[in-house]
């Protein structure tokens, strides 16, 4: 198992996503530049939270072009696992590797809180039995409203690529959405923070059973080792 | 060549930010304001002519970078020769 977190100029939470990884689940955990253009052995590429290219002229909009994109891509298209957080979700919309766009917060304030979510039935891609009905992850965002056309959101729902909804919707995303998975069912995108939630300090451990619902349906052994 | 890009949030999608700023209009005094859409203006100078082709590609990085489809419309006007 060899999980790779990227890095942008403006990424601020890839320390938290590689803990989360290396010491959360003990998990061989590098980071690749976004300069990289090759991603080497990986067998889940997070894409983490921050403010990559300081968020101009859209959230992810400059990231997605970064080179490493290109590889990450190609990587997804094989069958790789990706999983997007907050700004990495924006960037994972923006490449067209997740559908929908994330917006301006209804509420136009920047959501810092721990939020309650509910865990939606998301098919064999995503191990909901690791999760439970309920779990509680942090939020920091100031553009998590999830947009989608209407056909786009009912085409969600009947693929059952909803993976998380807001118990109390934050920032006015269509149908409380917090996070997606594509239709193929490898590539993940969540506006809520799991690598901010598995430290004894943080608001709760649940990130550490996101990060298995996400790898144990494709690498069931890691399930056994830490059973 | 002077080209301007305008970008606007998609009509049928919320802009929150366009809320907010026709609000700030109203509480300022603005009557009879039916809405309020927040959108962004690039301003492009290229030594290049118009053509066809230099359209097909500024369309091309309309819609890949400039704006996103799924949320914003865009449009260009280009002055100069």
Same mark, same amino acid.
């Given at each position: 198992?060899?999980?790779?977190? %990227? !890095? ?18 003990? %998990? ?61 979700? !924006? ?6 590797? %997740? ?51 209407? &056909? ?5 729902? &009947?693929?059952?690529?909803? %993976? ?64 | 060549?002077?080209?301007? =890009?305008? =970008?606007?949030?998609?009509?049928? =999608?919320?802009?929150? *930010?366009?809320?907010? =700023? ?30 066809? *082709?230099?359209?097909? *590609? ?24």
């Amino acid at each position: 198992m060899n999980i790779a977190v %990227l !890095q942008f100029p403006g990424s601020n939470c890839d320390q938290d996503a590689f803990q989360l990884f290396a010491t959360g689940l003990g %998990l061989p955990t590098r980071f690749v530049w976004h300069k990289d253009t090759k991603l080497g052995d990986a067998d889940l590429v997070v894409v983490p939270g921050g403010f990559s290219y300081g968020d101009y002229l859209r959230c992810g909009a400059i990231a997605r072009f970064s080179p490493i994109m290109a590889a990450v891509k190609e990587f997804s298209e094989k069958g790789g696992l990706v999983l997007g957080i907050c700004n990495g979700f !924006q960037i994972l919309c923006e490449a067209g590797m %997740l559908p929908g766009a994330l917006i301006r917060n209804s509420s136009l304030e920047f959501r810092c809180v721990t939020c309650d979510l509910a865990v939606e039935d998301a098919g064999t891609a995503f191990n909901t039995r690791v999760l439970g009905r309920r779990i509680r992850l942090p939020i920091a965002h100031g553009e998590g409203n999830y947009r989608i056309d209407d &056909a786009g959101k009912a085409q969600l729902e &009947a693929n059952g690529q909803i %993976l998380l909804r807001y118990v109390d919707n934050p920032n006015g995303s269509m149908g409380g959405i917090a996070g997606i998975r594509n239709e193929e069912g490898n590539v993940f995108g969540m506006m809520p923070h799991p690598d901010r939630a598995f430290e004894r300090f943080h608001p709760s451990s649940d990130g550490i059973a996101v990060a298995r619902a996400v790898l144990s349906v494709r690498y069931p052994d890691l399930l056994k080792k830490s059973a | 060549m002077k080209i301007k =890009v305008f =970008v606007t949030p998609k009509k049928n =999608v919320l802009d929150p *930010q366009g809320v907010a =700023v026709g609000h700030a209009l109203e509480s300022l005094g603005l009557k009879g304001l039916k809405g309020t859409r927040v959108g962004k203006v690039v301003e492009l100078e290229l030594d290049e002519a118009d053509s066809p *082709q230099l359209r097909a *590609q500024l369309d091309k990085l309309c819609r890949d970078l400039l704006s996103n489809p799924v949320i914003e419309d865009y449009h260009y006007e280009i002055a100069g020769k």
